[in-house]
């Protein structure tokens, strides 16, 4: 079963009767499981609220659960914060005055959130969650994504805490005594990172580990049947505090699958072809061990359709289905305590979509057997960035470690996502991301098969592996220098792409390229504005080793790659390159339209996936899935049920399926040999 978890808020005395029996009438009609009952959230976030407020909350929340008990739902309790999220006005109050606050890397210091290495906050945070546990008896309770260093107040800047307990710590790691100012010149000095990064990422981790250990310990003293759940935000950003997600999952769940909620975007409806859950299946591939995954179905700044449509949000949850979870947490009503009046329809929504997600979830899933393109990441990147001289902020330790997996989804190619070198698939990779890797590691993965953006070919040739991936030298050109305008296939056939030697820009793809010195293939040319050669779009080659590598021009992660690189040449470009030069062979590629697609197999079953981002019905949809029989192909109706999917095979070894497929919807096909 797919589980819905709906998070909502009833405010004490605000038509708390009337809001309950709404709340029971909502979830029979949404078919939903489960309530996250919010404690002290957002707009009416009281700080650290007074006793009698504390009070009144904890006499509804009981209230709440006798109605949903009667009902057959779960309840779960959220305190929309725990280290606090940002202050917006609130400040400790007098009881809190003992609490050592976060101190910003500006030198900022908080007035609402505390250092989580002081012992007064977390017994006062363990206490709390400890009363939650015994007098409520959820079935549990959610560690709120404030459970991190960064991202705190405006006027910190990034964040980090580098507060006298912070850096007592730090001496304590290293024997060296330092200021806020000389650690933050350090851990951003440019080149090889400096010495200390390492101890003080260490001191991080710690800093958020300990408390968990506690907060773990408190809750099952109280009652032993409430679980812990984590909400998060994306991987690369933890890296810089540190973060282990495995030891985080251990120390809040030990010996049992730790309830996950990862950070699913967009918060606000926008063109679906533009996001993907990239951030969600990187979390997702963090953990080695036992996991629930349950994304945040967010609507921001909550107010109903007019920031995210019905449509929409079960789109997503066909996304989060299909790699792998085991529900959804939903966010559409307000935290002020409205209720269902904003938006009465939605309901309907999630009920009518219930059966298909049912059937997708009863397929048990997991995105650890995603096929495809493996898209390689580092989870202790911070600790390898290199850094501009001018740095100046911890937010220069952030890398852009799936910037291949937002482009597959765009061009239709199936992918996985993987943190560990292993063998297998085509792997891809992006940024700084091999910087984390050694030399012995980097062979290993040129002896197979390699996609590489431009900084990755360049950090390759700084290494000394120029030769492996056919470039003996490059260097950055800028637009307003060279003046580059368009990159062709010059091979490229009208039979295949519609037109002979395609045209595509690159002056709206990146303000600077890499221009590639090579004497192996070009399979595409960057050209002047006046037609003359400038250098390579795509440097294929072939190594001594036996591997397979691409290498591209352009840097992935910039507004103007977004903007420029996507169009329907660059996609049968790449597919032709995977299918016929690289001979991939576990993968699923969408032809013709913009398709995000998916493939998983687990034993005989293998499981395939297209989904329509676009506003635009397709009226059939034909598809690369190299070692599929179409005649076994079973088609998931939207009541859940599985039939004939009648697909056709074509002469070049594509298959179609001629049934429709709606905007925000998806074809999900099963294969049984």
Not at 157 to 178: D, M, N, S, V, W
Not at 385 to 411: C, E
Request: net charge negative; hydrophobic share 40%; charged share 20%.
């Amino acid at each position: 079963m797919f589980h819905y978890i709906l998070r909502y808020y009833i405010d004490p005395g605000f038509a708390e009767e009337k809001r309950i029996a709404e709340l029971s009438q909502l979830c029979r009609a949404g078919r939903i499981e489960e309530v996250m009952f919010f404690y002290n959230p957002e707009e009416l976030f009281q700080g650290y609220p007074p006793d009698e407020e504390v009070k009144a909350w904890f006499a509804l929340a009981k209230k709440v659960k006798a109605a949903l008990d009667a009902e057959g739902v779960a309840m779960s309790i959220n305190p929309w914060t725990t280290t606090v999220h940002v202050s917006r006005g609130r400040v400790f109050s007098e009881k809190q005055r003992s609490f050592q606050p976060m101190v910003g890397e500006t030198g900022t210091v908080s007035p609402i959130t505390a250092c989580p290495f002081d012992p007064h906050w977390q017994r006062w945070l363990g206490d709390f969650f400890a009363r939650i546990a015994e007098e409520i008896s959820p079935v549990a309770i959610w560690v709120e994504d404030d459970w991190r260093l960064h991202n705190h107040e405006p006027d910190m800047k990034y964040g980090g805490c580098f507060c006298p307990l912070h850096l007592a710590r730090f001496e304590q790691e290293t024997g060296i005594r330092t200021t806020r100012e000389e650690l933050l010149k350090n851990l951003l000095a440019p080149g090889r990172p400096h010495p200390w990064r390492k101890p003080w990422l260490k001191v991080c981790r710690d800093s958020l580990l300990e408390p968990a250990r506690m907060l773990y310990e408190k809750v099952h003293a109280a009652n032993p049947s409430v679980r812990l759940g984590l909400m998060s935000s994306g991987p690369d950003v933890h890296s810089t505090e540190g973060r282990d997600w495995n030891l985080l999952r251990d120390a809040l769940s030990p010996g049992a699958p730790l309830l996950v909620r990862p950070h699913l975007p967009p918060y606000t409806e926008t063109f679906a072809l533009d996001v993907s859950p990239a951030v969600t299946r990187q979390t997702i591939s963090e953990y080695d061990g036992p996991i629930e995954i349950y994304p945040e179905l967010e609507n921001s700044p909550r107010c109903g359709r007019y920031s995210k449509s019905g449509a929409y949000s079960i789109f997503e949850c066909l996304h989060s289905a299909l790699f792998g979870s085991s529900g959804i947490t939903i966010n559409h009503y307000d935290m002020m305590g409205n209720g269902l009046a904003l938006d009465y329809d939605f309901p309907a929504a999630l009920a009518e979509a219930k059966d298909r997600l049912d059937a997708i979830e009863a397929l048990k899933l997991s995105d650890r057997n995603a096929e495809g393109v493996q898209v390689l990441y580092s989870p202790e990147i911070a600790a390898h960035m290199r850094t501009a001289p001018d740095a100046g902020s911890i937010s220069n330790l952030v890398n852009h470690s799936v910037g291949w997996s937002n482009t597959f989804f765009k061009l239709g190619v199936s992918h996985a996502m993987s943190g560990k070198i292993t063998d297998g698939s085509i792997r891809a990779v992006s940024g700084q991301t091999l910087r984390a890797f050694s030399d012995a590691e980097i062979e290993t993965l040129l002896a197979g098969d390699l996609i590489l953006d431009a900084p990755s070919a360049e950090i390759l040739l700084e290494r000394g592996f120029g030769n492996l991936i056919g470039v003996s030298s490059a260097e950055w050109r800028t637009l307003n220098a060279d003046g580059y305008a368009y990159e062709d296939i010059p091979d490229g056939k009208e039979a295949l792409y519609g037109v002979d030697a395609p045209r595509m820009s690159a002056s709206r793809c990146a303000f600077q390229v890499l221009a590639m010195h090579t004497s192996a293939e070009t399979p595409s040319l960057i050209r002047r504005y006046d037609r003359s050669v400038l250098y390579p779009g795509t440097v294929f080659h072939e190594n001594h080793l036996g591997g397979k590598t691409l290498a591209i021009a352009y840097p992935l992660e910039t507004a103007q790659f977004n903007m420029g690189y996507f169009n329907n040449f660059r996609r049968i470009f790449l597919h032709d390159l995977l299918l016929n030069r690289f001979g991939a062979k576990k993968i699923l590629l969408g032809c013709d339209t913009p398709l995000q697609t998916y493939r998983n197999s687990n034993g005989k079953l293998t499981v395939i996936a297209l989904l329509n981002p676009t506003h635009d019905t397709y009226p059939a949809v034909r598809f690369f899935a190299p070692g599929l029989n179409p005649a076994d192909a079973m088609a998931l109706g939207k009541d859940g049920i599985w039939r004939n999917a009648g697909l056709a095979s074509l002469p070049d070894g594509s298959m179609k399926f001629s049934g429709t497929l709606a905007t925000l919807d998806a074809l999900v096909l099963k294969f049984e040999s």
